[in-house]
């Protein structure tokens, strides 16, 4: 299965500024998830990035606050933007198993603490 | 949209014996179910799926069974150990998406 890279793996930021979460995947994927894990809580979708295309984002999420790059097949970020404490969160990058196994892999996660 | 239902939302077991976790889904679209294994700090790893072409499977201690007709699905571990302790997602994948829906969680602790 897709090694994926995240980083940074955890970051305290002061409200108002935005942090970039880079993905970078050892081999080519067409779709790239994005999730949210809040604290003790389950995993919610926030965007698929496709290459090429604007990311699709769930609702509740929108592009002012979560821009996404995708500029190749093995890449992605995702930037948390004009940050609050409500944004202090997991955030984790995905992709889908490669060879049609079934399963996303995840990345790391990136834990974002809003001061 | 898919709504994904998970229960219990915690379980205590005894080391050696078995835990059944349940989830119910709202979109009969819906042909993937995988399940995901959370040890604290770590990413989701995936223990099990199961395609809506398939009624059961198994691996090992660990098995997931279908039921497409009543919307439902669940986790079987059996034996249970210590290090089975975690949190374990169900999802629901609609046919065609890869979006996955994540079930609540449930908090497994295998008590030694």
């Known amino acids: 299965s897709a090694v994926i890279s995240q980083k940074p793996s955890r970051d305290i930021c002061q409200r108002g500024t935005s942090l970039t979460i880079q993905c970078q995947v050892d081999s080519q994927v067409t779709m790239m998830f994005w999730y949210r894990q809040q604290p003790g809580q389950s995993l919610t979708l926030i965007a698929t990035a496709n290459q090429g295309s604007e990311a699709t984002y769930e609702s509740g999420f929108v592009i002012d606050k979560f821009p996404i790059s995708r500029p190749n097949l093995t890449f992605s970020t995702l930037t948390v933007s004009n940050m609050s404490p409500e944004d202090s969160s997991i955030y984790l990058c995905s992709v889908e198993a490669t060879g049609g196994a079934g399963g996303y892999t995840f990345g790391s996660g990136t834990r974002l603490t809003v001061v | 949209g898919e709504n994904v239902e998970q229960h219990p939302s915690t379980l205590s077991v005894q080391e050696g014996d078995s835990a059944v976790i349940k989830c119910t889904y709202s979109?009969?679209?819906?042909?993937?179910f995988p399940w995901y294994k959370q040890e604290l700090g770590k990413r989701p790893q995936l223990i099990i799926d199961?395609?809506?072409?398939?009624g059961e499977k198994k691996d090992q201690r660990i098995a997931v069974t279908l039921n497409k007709t009543a919307k439902h699905f669940s986790l079987h571990i059996t034996e249970t150990q210590p290090e089975d302790s975690a949190v374990y997602f169900c999802?629901?994948?609609?046919?065609?998406?890869?979006?996955?829906?994540f079930g609540t969680g449930t908090r497994l602790k295998v008590l030694a």
């Open positions: 199961i395609r809506s072409n398939v």
């Open positions: 979109d009969s679209a819906s042909n993937y």
């Open positions: 999802a629901a994948v609609h046919s065609g998406t890869y979006k996955y829906i």
